[in-house]
Each structure stands twice: as structure tokens, then as C-alpha cells.
């Protein structure tokens, strides 16, 4: 069964603040992960990763996928309130046609 | 921008009926999902359709749920006879290509609560 783990489960910080968070899991024959935000109801696609060590970057936003450590990192430079959500990490794997989310990361940012 | 719609945005049922949960997505997307996600729980994924017929299905999906594509625009849910742990929100969600290719789009969702 495919797994997927998302840390830490919540995050506060300050507007202007850097965070990084985390997204490890196990997949039977992984084919690609991805990051969503929910803010209050959709999730709202971030990003698409398949290859390791191939930085994905849309403004203050970036990740990247490691395939050999099972992991991807989540960045965030120079957080604003509007961030403020809840982050989710999935993997395709063998099913092929589903996503399997981790618990997410709750990040709060203060003015 | 094009977006999956989801109707209604909130349903209440009492236990034991029948629920339609409708969904149109994105236009030229030819993959269809059902997610849901419990209250303070991860999203689940239940059930994905391509070319008129159900591709993969997680053992929540059992018998008594059910996706219909009626006509070219809808995507439907059914849950034949609700129970008081089908109470969750539900996402439709499409893609253009397979989940493996390319990423998928999520509705608002329908808050479903069984009493």
C-alpha cells in the first residue's frame, strides 16, 4: 500500500519568514509527486515533480524530489498571510490513475 | 480559467437515502476523479473513470456507490443508501491525460452530511 508522510503537521512563523516542509513516502513503482494547496476548500495545484534534483520554482515557491532518499522538500521564501493554508503532498505510483495524499501541513503565517 | 464545478456545495441526508453528488469538469479533460475527505482526516481517493468506464476504485468505493457520465458535461456520484460515515466532503476532480502525465484539477467540493 502505498504511503505517503507529510511533516510537520503544523507550522507558525512570521510574514517574511522562510519555511521548508517535508514530504516522505513509500510507492510501488513511483511515477510522479505532487504538491496542492488548500486553502479553504480545492485543493489548487503547486507543482508536479518527477526527477530527482530538478528544482521546480513559481515565485517565492519551489520543490524538488529526491527518488533515491523518497523524499521532496516544499519551499517557501518570504512568506506572506496569503500563504496560509493547508499544504498536501501526493504520489502517483502503480494504480497509475489516483493520487495518495499525505495529512498535509497546516502553515499558518502572522503578520 | 477553465474549472471543475461541483453541485450542490452543501447536502444534508438522513440516513438510508439516496444522494446525487454532480460534478462538470474542465471541458477537454478525459479523466475523471471522486475523492473525499473526512473532517481532519487526508483526502481519500475513491474512484477514477476514462472512456466510459471505471479505471481504478479504492475499497471504500463498494457497492453502494456509483459514477455515471450521463451526457457529455456531467460526471455524477451516487451513493445508493447513505450512512452516517459517508458524511464528508467530496471532490471531483479531472485531468487532460492520465494522473500519471499530468496533474489533476479539483472542484470546491460538496459538503455531504448525513443525519
Known amino acids: 500500500e502505498d504511503k505517503v508522510v507529510q511533516s510537520p503537521l503544523s507550522l507558525v512563523v512570521h510574514e517574511g519568514d522562510t519555511v521548508t516542509l517535508n514530504c516522505s513516502y513509500e510507492v510501488t513503482n513511483f511515477r510522479s509527486l505532487l504538491w496542492y494547496k488548500q486553502e479553504k476548500k480545492a485543493p489548487t495545484f503547486l507543482f508536479m515533480l518527477t526527477s530527482s534534483g530538478i528544482e521546480k520554482k513559481s515565485g517565492r515557491l519551489s520543490s524538488i524530489l529526491d527518488k533515491k532518499e523518497l523524499f521532496s522538500i516544499l519551499n517557501i521564501t518570504a512568506t506572506q498571510t496569503g500563504d496560509s493554508a493547508i499544504y498536501l503532498c501526493a504520489v502517483v505510483g502503480n494504480a497509475g490513475n489516483m493520487l495518495t495524499f499525505g495529512g498535509g501541513t497546516r502553515l499558518m503565517v502572522k503578520p | 480559467e477553465p474549472e471543475v464545478t461541483q453541485t450542490p456545495s452543501h447536502q444534508v441526508t438522513q440516513m438510508g437515502q439516496e444522494v446525487i453528488l454532480r460534478c462538470v469538469p474542465i471541458?477537454?479533460?478525459?479523466?475523471f476523479y471522486w475523492y473525499r475527505q473526512i473532517l481532519g482526516q487526508k483526502v481519500e481517493f475513491l474512484v477514477s473513470?476514462?472512456?466510459?468506464?471505471?479505471?481504478?476504485k479504492s475499497e471504500i468505493f463498494d457497492d453502494q456507490f456509483s459514477v455515471e457520465r450521463p451526457d457529455g458535461s456531467n460526471f455524477t456520484l451516487k451513493i445508493r443508501s447513505t450512512k452516517l460515515e459517508d458524511s464528508a466532503m467530496y471532490f471531483c476532480?479531472?485531468?487532460?491525460?492520465?494522473?500519471?502525465?499530468?496533474?489533476?484539477?479539483f472542484g470546491q467540493g460538496t459538503r455531504l452530511t448525513v443525519v
Open positions: 473513470f476514462y472512456n466510459n468506464e471505471i479505471s481504478e
Open positions: 471541458s477537454n479533460h478525459l479523466y
Open positions: 476532480a479531472s485531468s487532460a491525460e492520465s494522473a500519471i502525465y499530468t496533474e489533476a484539477f
